[in-house]
């Protein structure tokens, strides 16, 4: 598979998971890490609109601010970072993530939304879990107001205010139960 090549101030849906489908989140002090690892090896490279860290699998919305081929190697550092950490905490040695995180550009406005809602809803999406109480989810900190990671202002100028963001949400999750339910 031919890697999408990142472009300065355009925006991908970044993703990975754990090596055959294996957690890389055992707890959440892990996934509170994890946070920590990206803030610290990306923030300055890149500006995030989403991201849903779940037990084996991660997503992320960004825009590339940076320095393409500099965005990549942080990409590299940072997962080498948290997986030597990972590793050493669960005396486990060995690859935590599949080869190379994918990256699939986003080519539109509504596309961007559309993968915003995705990443939010992930949770209900995969184990029927409310995504408005999941903690490790952009969702919540955009709700509260925060800008941990976030670019809280650009995704609500996306969305046209809090009050559209926070309907289109409402409107996939019960889309979403309908169909959960209908299974």
Do not use: W
Request: proline share 1%.
């Amino acid at each position: 598979m031919k890697l999408e090549v990142l472009e300065k101030d355009s925006f991908y849906h970044i993703y990975n998971r754990g090596i055959n489908k294996t957690n890389i989140f055992s707890n959440d002090e892990n996934k509170v890490y994890f946070l920590k690892q990206y803030h610290k090896y990306l923030s300055e490279k890149i500006s995030t609109y989403a991201y849903c860290l779940l037990q084996n699998h991660f997503h992320l919305v960004i825009r590339i601010d940076g320095n393409p081929k500099e965005v990549t190697q942080s990409f590299s550092n940072f997962f080498n970072s948290y997986a030597k950490a990972y590793n050493k905490a669960d005396n486990r040695t060995g690859s935590l993530f599949e080869k190379h995180f994918k990256r699939i550009q986003v080519d539109s406005e509504k596309y961007l939304k559309q993968l915003i809602i995705y990443v939010n809803l992930n949770p209900q999406i995969h184990f029927g879990e409310d995504f408005r109480n999941y903690s490790f989810s952009s969702y919540k900190e955009v709700m509260n107001g925060s800008n941990k990671i976030l670019e809280t202002d650009q995704i609500l100028d996306h969305f046209g205010g809090k009050e559209n963001f926070l309907e289109v949400h409402d409107i996939k999750r019960i889309s979403l139960s309908q169909e959960l339910t209908l299974e």
